[in-house]
C-alpha cells in the first residue's frame, strides 16, 4: 500500500517535550503575543491531558495556542491594562494604550428641568 501524498507538509512534534520547552521559555516571565508592544502576565491553560501552555493571564485572545509561535517570552514588566488592573504588583504603565470605555458619569440634574 502506498502511504497517501501529504499536500501540505506539517511538522511534527513530541506535545510533552513541547510542553516542558514552553514551560521552561515562560516560568517566571511574561509574553508578548507577536510583534506588540503590550506584555502580559502568563497563566497556563490546559492542553493535551495533563500538559499545559503559556497564555496571557487576561485572557486576551489570539489565533494559535503557543504552538503557533506567536507567543515570546520578556522579562519586561506587564503593561497590559487588563493585566495592571489584575495584579499591579507586576505592571507598569504603558504610553499610548488607551481606554476603550470610560465609566458612566452620572448626568448632573438643575432644578430647571423638573417639571
Ligand atoms: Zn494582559
Redesign the pocket.
Known amino acids: 500500500m502506498v502511504a497517501p501524498l501529504e499536500l501540505i507538509p506539517r511538522a511534527r512534534l513530541d506535545p510533552a517535550s513541547y510542553a516542558r520547552a514552553q514551560a521552561a521559555a515562560f516560568a517566571g516571565h511574561r509574553l508578548r503575543i507577536g510583534h506588540s508592544r503590550?506584555v502580559?502576565?502568563v497563566t497556563w491553560r490546559d492542553w493535551l491531558g495533563d500538559l499545559q501552555l503559556p497564555v496571557?493571564?487576561?485572557h486576551?485572545s489570539w489565533s494559535g495556542l503557543a504552538t503557533t509561535g506567536d507567543l515570546s517570552a520578556t522579562t519586561d514588566p506587564?503593561n497590559?491594562r487588563?493585566?495592571t488592573a489584575r495584579n499591579p504588583a507586576t505592571t507598569t504603565a504603558v504610553a499610548g494604550q488607551t481606554t476603550l470605555f470610560e465609566p458612566a458619569t452620572p448626568r448632573p440634574t438643575s432644578i430647571s428641568e423638573t417639571p
Open positions: 503590550v502580559h502576565d496571557p493571564a487576561c486576551q506587564a497590559c487588563k493585566c
